[in-house]
């Protein structure tokens, strides 16, 4: 019986490549709908954070089972948040125009 090495990492899907875009998308919605009817200034973080940590935990867990290493958690952190509060900006100015 001979060697013949680790098995090769998993294949990457299409999943896999759109997970975090769409999930990064459907946060920026929301964050938009929350600016419009004005929910209050910090009612985005939670949902910034939990967006980031889903996605993240995705990342870690498949790049685990390829052998990978995987992307910092503040990278994520801080794509999620400054995209989700430009978002909020975006529909509280959407929401002042409206009503003027």
Do not use: K
């Not at 990492?9 to 896999?16: M, Y």
């Amino acid at each position: 019986m001979t060697y013949h090495g680790p098995p090769p990492p998993l294949p990457w899907t299409p999943w896999d490549l759109m997970e975090g875009p769409i999930l990064l998308s459907a946060c920026v919605v929301i964050g938009a709908i929350m600016g419009f009817f004005g929910v209050g200034l910090l009612a985005p973080a939670p949902l910034a954070v939990l967006g980031a940590l889903g996605w993240y935990d995705q990342r870690q867990r498949r790049n685990r089972q390829r052998g990978q290493g995987h992307p910092p958690l503040l990278t994520h952190l801080w794509w999620f948040a400054v995209l989700v509060y430009l978002a909020y900006g975006l529909g509280a100015a959407i929401a002042d125009q409206t009503y003027m």
